[in-house]
């Protein structure tokens, strides 16, 4: 147990580490490249803050323990929305980019749709078992890649001026980028095998663990790189990066995993893809609520981080009621 919540702490350090390099090394490579801070928080960070779940995923689904690999998808993208952006929006006041609100933010909507159909096959009556099959996943891979060609044609046309990121030497740049994507994979892995170990424990299911701790754990580099990035001004970078992980874990992650070993629904894995379904449907809207359209206020924030801590209380409840006890 001492072990685990050193690997823990030392697990923070690094993702708090690896955070603030990436920021500052990504930012500084896209300033030197002219490519907008939006499109680097959609793909090399994004991408970055994905890697612990990339690497949970894929071999959760070598060993077959799907749940796992479905659960923590799941458990990441509600906990992105609901928490990364609810703390980050009580940081600073996130206001996003009409590109932003109409487009990639649809796109996330579109991703977890999917996942919710994908897993649905009994309730469609397409079969009499919930599974996300290796066709689906190249179907939602394929959606990765239109993500990936509208996200590298995205303009540099009105980018906000807020944007302060310090122009380094290449070589510093490519230095920090890369320490800090090797340091946010690392820290996000020592983190999660730590929490799972003191989960393991105090007697959690597997179901749960996935649902919460891991996914809690792999969205860890998105919480410290969102933070972090509001509290330089990078406000797009803390947005795409949680919005574009969002459609890595989906259309990329998930995907990869169903590829590997197709994945099994079970019913409270439909239940928790409704959840990050109305969870981003909730996002959506909230643009348009308020005096400030496109922003999403401290208030709201604290509401999507109500929203969270709430549905994690119901993910607990619900594991009593079917195992009498976890």
């Given at each position: 147990?001492?072990l685990?919540?050193?690997?823990?702490?030392?697990?923070?350090f690094?993702?708090?580490?690896?955070a603030?390099?990436?920021?500052?090394?990504?930012?500084?490579?896209?300033?030197?490249?002219?490519?907008?801070?939006l499109?680097?928080?959609?793909?090399?960070?994004?991408?970055?803050?994905?890697?612990?779940?990339?690497?949970v995923?894929?071999?959760?689904?070598?060993?077959g323990?799907?749940?796992?690999?479905?659960?923590?998808?799941?458990?990441?993208?509600?906990?992105?929305?609901?928490?990364?952006?609810?703390?980050?929006?009580?940081?600073?006041?996130?206001t996003?980019?009409?590109?932003?609100?109409?487009?990639?933010?649809?796109?996330?909507?579109?991703?977890?749709?999917?996942?919710?159909?994908?897993?649905?096959?009994?309730?469609?009556?397409?079969?009499?078992a919930?599974?996300?099959s290796?066709?689906?996943?190249?179907?939602?891979?394929?959606?990765?890649?239109?993500?990936?060609?509208?996200?590298?044609?995205?303009?540099?046309?009105?980018?906000?001026?807020?944007?302060?990121?310090?122009?380094?030497?290449?070589?510093?740049s490519?230095?920090?980028?890369?320490?800090?994507?090797?340091?946010?994979?690392?820290?996000?892995?020592?983190?999660v095998s730590?929490?799972?170990?003191?989960?393991?424990?105090?007697?959690?299911?597997?179901?749960?663990?996935?649902?919460?701790?891991?996914?809690l754990?792999?969205?860890?580099?998105?919480?410290?790189?969102?933070?972090?990035?509001?509290?330089?001004?990078?406000?797009?970078?803390?947005?795409?990066?949680?919005?574009?992980?969002?459609v890595f874990?989906?259309?990329?992650?998930?995907?990869?995993?169903?590829?590997?070993?197709?994945?099994?629904?079970?019913?409270?894995?439909l239940?928790?893809?409704?959840?990050?379904?109305?969870?981003?449907?909730?996002?959506?809207?909230?643009?348009?609520?308020?005096?400030a359209?496109?922003?999403?206020?401290?208030?709201?924030?604290?509401f999507?981080?109500?929203?969270?801590?709430?549905?994690?209380v119901y993910?607990?409840l619900r594991?009593v009621?079917?195992?009498?006890?976890?």
């Amino acid at each position: 147990m001492i072990l685990n919540i050193f690997m823990v702490l030392a697990g923070f350090f690094l993702l708090i580490k690896g955070a603030d390099y990436l920021v500052d090394g990504a930012g500084s490579i896209a300033r030197r490249l002219g490519i907008p801070a939006l499109v680097v928080g959609l793909t090399v960070i994004a991408f970055g803050t994905s890697a612990p779940e990339l690497f949970v995923n894929v071999i959760a689904s070598f060993k077959g323990v799907t749940d796992i690999a479905v659960g923590n998808v799941l458990g990441s993208n509600l906990a992105n929305i609901f928490l990364v952006l609810g703390v980050t929006a009580m940081v600073a006041p996130l206001t996003l980019k009409s590109n932003t609100v109409w487009k990639e933010v649809p796109f996330s909507l579109l991703a977890a749709l999917m996942v919710l159909v994908f897993g649905s096959d009994h309730l469609l009556g397409e079969g009499t078992a919930d599974i996300i099959s290796r066709s689906e996943g190249l179907a939602l891979l394929g959606f990765f890649f239109v993500f990936m060609v509208y996200t590298f044609g995205i303009k540099s046309d009105g980018e906000r001026p807020q944007q302060k990121i310090e122009i380094m030497s290449v070589e510093k740049s490519l230095f920090l980028s890369i320490g800090g994507l090797v340091a946010l994979g690392l820290g996000g892995q020592i983190v999660v095998s730590g929490s799972v170990g003191i989960a393991a424990a105090i007697g959690l299911s597997t179901n749960l663990i996935a649902l919460t701790v891991i996914a809690l754990g792999t969205s860890l580099p998105e919480l410290v790189t969102g933070v972090i990035a509001a509290r330089k001004g990078h406000l797009d970078m803390a947005i795409g990066g949680v919005v574009g992980s969002n459609v890595f874990n989906i259309f990329f992650i998930l995907a990869t995993s169903a590829i590997i070993h197709p994945l099994t629904f079970a019913s409270n894995n439909l239940v928790d893809a409704l959840a990050v379904l109305v969870a981003t449907t909730v996002l959506f809207i909230f643009m348009f609520l308020g005096k400030a359209r496109n922003t999403l206020n401290r208030r709201e924030g604290a509401f999507f981080i109500f929203m969270y801590f709430g549905y994690i209380v119901y993910a607990v409840l619900r594991e009593v009621a079917v195992n009498g006890g976890i």
